[in-house]
């Protein structure tokens, strides 16, 4: 467009000679006089104090069937911990109360109540003993001694520490792996006394021990199972690694990373197995056998007619504009999104204030030409476009000198470059990690609300035979909110990257990856997609860096050609591929979901509820109804009256049919015959 022609004839319309003028007052301000104020840091938007989360299983769920009560006599208490681990296991209806809270009518109000470790008063363990023997049902995790003959076992007194839990061949064990599984808390060591082993204790070498890990009790009129040590806590162990390692490096390569948090501390011959996962699903057995007289209805992990997920994500390095949407447009071709994490070039103030007038000015309809940035960067339109498209555009922070420093200047040099707000998920550059869960608590603070910092790389992959091993590091194939050292849940989902090409392929050439060529490498990543697909529900953390794009020659070749193969064998099995952004709207939507008013007509065979899930993701949850109910089976099922099809799904040892849930109240009927 030339100035004449302009002159000749008035094409600006309103709308942008508004946004013209709002940019050259925004230019002149940058450029001119506010270049001191454009770069006065801001602080970070959110206080310390709002990094913690209040656990959204406290709100009463009428008609629910399950009751978990947290003994705050428990240090430390991990009793929130298993609100979050109930609902990652799709268990939404159940409500929550502290020991002190809790009297005989509350407790008969549920045919479940779940018990956290700690100690009890003569007063509170008499309530719970009532409570069963009137019928009630109780799983209790490493209980008070006083409750060990209501549990029909002995307590020998001493701990096996550095133990590992073996399922036995019983009707709750069914669909858990036979192998045994790593416990990093003490396991209290009992004797049976009535109680049937539902699980043993094992050694490190899995052999079996004869103290049980878990059992079940028929006492009088009810049930009693105990759980010899904290799972909730193990859970969390087992997914965020040793925090007696925190801020060392242990793994021999340079920087402390998320990784060291595993030295000496997973398993190797187990790394293929989610084992927080697994054990948890034996939970999910259990809650599924013991709730009561009605089928408990829940959520599948992943979304409605997904197999697995595959979370993709592409960190790059100061790197074009064109570079990016050449990994966008592959993943485009298979309908997915990527989540890039971009650390913009190193710049100083001045050149990033003249840069973000550049942009500023292109917009203009006039000074658009002479201002054009010509050096590749992308500018906030380019960002803008990608995330109309689906794809996300996060934060990539440096944190070699601190990472309240690192996320702090990063997260400002994004938002003054007019790439905000930035994308609530992250990664760190080079994964470096503070503490147990310090760089986690810094994230909450940007409204960073999930981390994919925890990462399959590095030498600690491979055994002293020499073999490297792939799969679940931090035991698990779905997200779950971080946990601090004291049991308070933070604001921010954990999801491992389970798929690194640094790692598997000479991206970087650090001497460190295992260096296999592209087939080799294709071949790691669809065999861990097949796992998720057949084995294990997973949402599949995936990096391909942007950066061998700009290498060009063949280290382009081999990442594009790694990229759309691991894509096209994806989706092949129906597994969906999906942004960060896009799996954390799905996650919280599904963690805030309710099932509420659980009626069950035991002579019609009808199970009634209303189901209430958010509009907030574009991917509908899935309910699970059990297709077996006490002789009964499933025989239809209708949401707001219009008939639903069911497809079936094995979740541990249970069938369920499940149903695509669209967001908003629903009136669900499930019928039974
Ligand atoms: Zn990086």
Same mark, same amino acid.
């Given at each position: 467009m030339t100035m004449t022609k302009r002159t000749s004839r008035p094409i600006i319309s309103r709308r942008r000679f508004l946004q013209a003028c709002a940019c050259t007052v925004a230019a002149g301000a940058l450029g001119a006089t506010g270049y001191v104020v454009a770069n006065a840091p801001l602080p970070p938007?959110?206080?310390?104090?709002?990094?913690?989360?209040?656990?959204? $299983?406290g709100i009463p769920t009428p008609g629910a069937p399950i009751l978990l009560v947290t003994n705050p /006599?428990?240090?430390?208490?991990?009793g929130a911990y298993l609100g979050a681990i109930l609902r990652a296991e799709g268990f939404v209806a159940f409500r929550m109360a502290r020991l002190? $809270?809790?009297?005989p009518a509350l407790l008969a109000q549920f045919p479940l109540v779940l018990l956290t470790v700690g100690p009890l008063t003569a007063e509170a363990s008499d309530l719970f003993r009532a409570y069963v023997l009137n019928g009630g049902h109780l799983i209790a995790f490493?209980?008070? @001694?006083?409750l060990a003959d209501l549990m029909g076992v002995r307590a020998l007194g001493g701990d096996v520490t550095d133990g590992m839990l073996a399922v036995a061949d019983h009707l709750l064990a069914?669909?858990?792996?036979t192998q045994a599984l790593q416990v990093h808390t003490p396991m209290a060591q009992y004797e049976l006394a009535g109680a049937e082993a539902v699980a043993w204790i094992a050694r490190r070498d899995s052999s079996r021990t004869s103290y049980p890990a878990v059992t079940l009790m028929r006492a009088k009129k009810g049930i009693a199972a105990l759980w010899a040590f904290d799972l909730p806590r193990n859970i969390a162990l087992i997914r965020?690694?040793? @925090? $007696?390692?925190?801020?060392q490096e242990r793994d021999g390569m340079e920087g402390v990373r998320t990784? *060291?948090?595993f030295v000496d501390w997973i398993d190797l011959d187990r790394i293929d197995i989610p084992q927080a996962d697994e054990q948890q699903r034996l939970l999910a057995n259990m809650i599924h056998a013991l709730a009561g007289e009605a089928p408990l209805p829940r959520l599948w992990?992943? %979304?409605?007619?997904?197999?697995a997920v595959l979370v993709a994500t592409g960190d790059a390095h100061g790197l074009l504009a064109s570079h990016i949407a050449t990994a966008l447009e592959l993943v485009s071709r298979y309908d997915g999104a990527l989540s890039i994490y971009y650390a913009p070039p190193p710049m100083s103030n001045r050149s990033r204030t003249l840069r973000r007038v550049r942009w500023l000015a292109e917009?203009? %309809?006039?000074a658009g030409a002479v201002f054009t940035? *010509?050096?590749g960067y992308p500018t906030p339109k380019d960002v803008a476009r990608w995330r109309e498209r689906g794809h996300g555009f996060g934060l990539h922070p440096y944190? !070699?000198? /601190?990472v309240g420093k690192g996320y702090h200047e990063y997260w400002n040099t994004f938002i003054k470059l007019g790439y905000? @707000? $930035? !994308?609530p998920t992250v990664r760190t550059h080079r994964v470096l990690w503070s503490g147990w869960v310090e760089t986690a608590r810094v994230q909450a603070q940007y409204g960073?609300?999930?981390?994919?910092?925890?990462y399959h790389s590095?030498?600690?992959?491979?055994?002293?035979? /020499?073999r490297w091993v792939h799969g679940y590091l931090t035991g698990s194939g779905l997200p779950m909110p971080f946990v601090d050292e004291q049991g308070n849940l933070l604001r921010v989902y954990q999801q491992h990257t389970h798929i690194v090409d640094e790692h598997l392929m000479r991206?970087? *050439?650090?001497?460190? !990856?295992?260096?296999? *060529?592209v087939n080799e490498a294709i071949a790691i990543a669809c065999r861990q997609i097949d796992a998720a697909v057949e084995q294990y529900p997973s949402a599949l953390g995936l990096q391909c860096h942007i950066d061998p794009f700009a290498f060009g020659g063949e280290k382009a070749e081999a990442a594009s050609v790694w990229f759309d193969r691991v894509l096209d064998h994806a989706a092949s099995r129906g597994v969906m591929i999906v942004s960060a952004e896009q799996w954390l709207a799905f996650t919280e939507m599904r963690d805030q979901a309710e099932m509420r008013n659980l009626m069950w007509n035991e002579s019609e065979g009808v199970l009634m509820f209303e189901a209430v899930i958010s509009a907030e993701s574009q991917r509908a949850p899935a309910l699970l109804l059990p297709l077996e109910h006490r002789r009964r089976i499933l025989r239809q099922v209708t949401i707001d009256s219009v008939l639903a099809s069911a497809e079936q799904k094995r979740v541990g040892g249970v069938a369920y049919g499940a149903v695509a849930l669209a967001a908003g109240r629903r009136q669900v009927r499930a019928y039974y015959r």
């Open positions: 938007p959110y206080p310390e104090s709002s990094v913690f989360q209040t656990p959204v $299983a /006599g428990a240090q430390p208490s991990f002190d $809270a809790i009297n490493r209980p008070d @001694p006083r069914q669909g858990i792996t965020q690694g040793n @925090p $007696a390692a925190a801020n990784v *060291d948090l992990h992943l %979304p409605a007619g997904a197999s917009e203009l %309809p006039v940035d *010509d050096a944190v !070699e000198q /601190g905000g @707000p $930035a !994308e960073l609300r999930m981390s994919l910092d925890h590095g030498p600690l992959m491979r055994r002293a035979d /020499g991206v970087f *050439d650090t001497g460190y !990856e295992m260096g296999v *060529d």
